[in-house]
């Protein structure tokens, strides 16, 4: 599977303050997902992008597709120490290959 | 976590044994995934199955066995080929293999060690 990237990294905010998360891929998709990893724990999905939607929203989440630019964003508003977890790209590409993004650690400080 | 179990949540292993991961669902799902994740990693997939008693190699294969006997599990064998076994096994289910706008719903995940 084709490998996506997360920008930045590492990130840390203080809470109520927004976080935004990016995320690069190389080939051609069908859909872009985010989803969310506590420590130690699975994945859950946050929300779906099929590639010919610009925006999503879902709660405090709000998702963005350029895919002239192959690029996502993930943004939370008004973060919660909750918050406080990786955030991953992923979904499939054209080939219908799989591919997952190398993640994004969120901290959220109370 | 949904409805797909795991288990153990944690696995030590000694060097040159095989292990079995469990990996099962109640979803009613017809596929399902194996992934590997390292630190600071993404996830890499193993295996997946669209199907009972079909399954198709994922990235990284080598190393790793699974079988498809019924729809509700598809456990992953760890073998004495797998140079690094160490990482964390995440499983993954969705309703079909095929459709493009599938979610995957994830296990907790098992943390293997290789002593």
């Known amino acids: 599977s084709q490998q996506g990237e997360e920008d930045p990294q590492a990130l840390s905010i203080q809470e109520g303050e927004n976080a935004t998360m990016n995320c690069s891929y190389k080939?051609?998709?069908?859909?872009l997902q985010w989803y969310r990893q506590n420590s130690g724990r699975g994945l859950v999905h946050l929300i779906l992008?099929?590639?010919?939607?610009r925006e999503k929203h879902s709660g405090r989440l709000r998702v963005t597709l350029d895919t002239s630019k192959k690029s996502s964003s993930l943004l939370i508003t008004a973060s919660r120490a909750a918050d406080t977890a990786s955030y991953f790209c992923?979904?499939?590409?054209?080939?219908?290959?799989?591919?997952f993004g190398t993640g994004t650690s969120l901290t959220v400080i109370p | 976590d949904g409805g797909i179990t795991q288990s153990p949540k944690y696995l030590f292993r000694k060097e040159g044994q095989n292990v079995t991961l469990s990996c099962e669902q109640n979803?009613?799902?017809?596929?399902m995934y194996w992934y590997r994740q390292d630190p600071g990693q993404g996830l890499r997939l193993i295996y997946y199955?669209?199907?009972?008693?079909?399954?198709q190699k994922g990235d990284i294969a080598e190393g790793y066995s699974v079988s498809r006997e019924k729809k509700e599990s598809f456990p992953l064998t760890v073998t004495s080929a797998q140079k690094n076994p160490t990482a964390f096994y995440l499983c993954?289910?969705?309703?079909?293999?095929?459709?493009?706008?599938?979610?995957?719903?994830f296990g907790p995940g098992t943390r293997l060690t290789v002593l």
């Open positions: 993954a289910s969705s309703i079909t293999g095929l459709a493009i706008y599938n979610e995957q719903f």
């Open positions: 080939t051609s998709i069908n859909n």
């Open positions: 992008i099929r590639s010919n939607e």
């Open positions: 992923g979904g499939r590409n054209t080939g219908n290959q799989f591919y």
């Open positions: 199955s669209q199907i009972v008693n079909d399954f």
């Open positions: 979803l009613n799902h017809d596929a």
